[in-house]
């Protein structure tokens, strides 16, 4: 017999303690256990499901937006998602998913984004790879930037609000950037009790060009310079970031930080000693397919229609055919239309981030289309890779 569960959107005091317990098990980790996590994010922010009145698991909706084609799109996270051992497999994770989702529909919702433990859970409920979060080292002697045009000014009191403009300058122009949640950025800015944290405006205080927040680190194979978030919105300040690092490297041995898959700050270094050391893919899903393709940005040049036709097993509003109108950078979605480009809902996601091109998705089986539209589809989705700094 198929298991009844029961979603809340209201958690009592006793139900954060039980949840607490269940994601310190999930992730084996006392950071989502307790009050910390919780209260960081905000009680009235997490859901929980029950079978049989007993709490199975929960999960956290962090509200904040993404940056798509320079235009800001309301974006709901998801994060901490955590069932009891002894209720896994028992479709309560779908049934907590699928709720959730409704729920952000009827909320106006565009899009949810999360980073997976197990990706076919969330294919399940219509997410698909949206783009990449990626660590970067390099060996602090190889940078070999000496110039450096502007002054880096120490930061003493550190509060997010400090950073605020400045990020937001270069999370418009970023894709996949986060607008991000204040327990994003509380816990960028709040170190923990094994790490001194260090701040600087690249620039002048009173007109900075960007900002460095990091951390130092002893390990076995040599001294590590950890960069937990940077803003540069010039090219002196990229060649200055540089500088300053280098001059680290009587003390310093490597250099870690976050950035896109093709990272255009290693074209100040004068050599490839810059390495990906690691790379994964966070999901997103369209929760709501008009309101989505309607407010995310288009490039200013392209004239197009497209003529969709989409397939939502979950949100009946997401299904049938719908036409996409370009034209000056914005979008407008009609019902209607020949669905030239017929695809599921989840694979909307990596074709709405320009993760991969109409073409690729078309060879790999996720989408089918006619020339017309595949070529339509090519202009209007064409951007640079997704990337966001932030793991939540």
């Known amino acids: 017999m198929t298991a009844q569960f029961e979603y809340s959107t209201l958690a009592h005091p006793q139900d954060i303690k039980q949840l607490g317990t269940i994601l310190e098990q999930c992730f084996i980790s006392a950071l ?17 499901i029950r079978s049989s009145e007993q709490l199975v698991g929960g999960l956290a909706t962090l509200d904040m ?22 209720y896994r497999g028992s479709g309560a994770a779908i049934a907590l998913m699928e709720h959730t989702l409704k729920e952000l529909y009827a909320r106006g919702i565009p899009l949810s984004a999360l980073y ?8 399940k409920v219509g997410y698909e790879q949206g ?28 509060n997010h609000q400090v950073f605020h403009q400045l990020y937001q300058q270069q999370a418009r122009q970023t894709h996949g950037y986060l607008d991000r949640h204040p327990a994003i950025w509380e816990r960028l800015i709040q170190p923990d009790k094994k790490e001194t944290l260090y701040t600087y405006f690249i620039g002048t205080k009173e007109k900075p060009q960007g ?28 060649q200055s970031f540089w500088s300053f690092l280098a001059s680290h490297r009587s003390q310093i041995d490597q250099v870690q930080w976050r950035s896109s898959v093709s990272d255009s700050l290693t074209l100040l270094l004068p050599e490839q000693t810059a390495k990906l050391k690691h790379t994964m893919r966070w999901m997103l899903r369209v929760v709501d397919v008009v ?10 040049g392209i004239q197009a229609e497209l003529h969709l036709d989409i397939q939502d097993n979950l949100l009946d509003a997401n299904n049938g055919k719908f036409i996409l109108s370009v034209a000056n950078g914005r979008g407008e979605v009609t019902k209607g239309g020949k669905g030239e480009l017929q695809l599921d809902i989840r694979e909307l996601a ?17 989408l089918h289309g006619t ?6 589809a090519t202009q209007i989705f064409a951007g640079s890779s997704p990337w966001m700094a932030d793991f939540f």
């Not at 997976?116 to 294919?123: E, G, H, S």
């Not at 020339?371 to 339509?376: F, K, M, R, Y």
Request: aromatic share 10%.
């Open 371 to 376: 020339e017309t539209a595949i070529s339509a």
């Open 291 to 300: 309101k989505a393709l309607e407010m995310r940005g288009y490039p200013s």
């Open 350 to 366: 990596p074709l709405y981030t320009s993760l991969f091109s109409p073409y690729d998705l078309q060879i790999a089986g996720k």
């Open 65 to 86: 937006g993404q940056w798509w084609g320079g235009e800001r799109v309301p974006m709901t996270g998801i994060a901490a998602v955590g069932i009891a051992p002894e």
């Open 32 to 48: 989502l256990s307790e009050e910390a996590y919780i209260n960081l994010v905000g009680v009235e922010n997490f859901r929980i």
């Open 131 to 158: 783009g990449s979060w990626c660590n970067w080292e390099v060996a602090t002697k190889s940078i070999q930037v000496r110039e450096q045009p502007l002054p880096l000014q120490s930061i003493v009191s550190i």
């Open 211 to 238: 900002y460095i927040l990091f951390s130092q680190h002893s390990a076995e194979d040599g001294a590590i310079l950890r960069i937990k978030d940077w803003v540069i919105l010039t090219a002196a300040a990229a």
């Open 116 to 123: 997976p433990a197990v990706q076919t859970l969330y294919r």
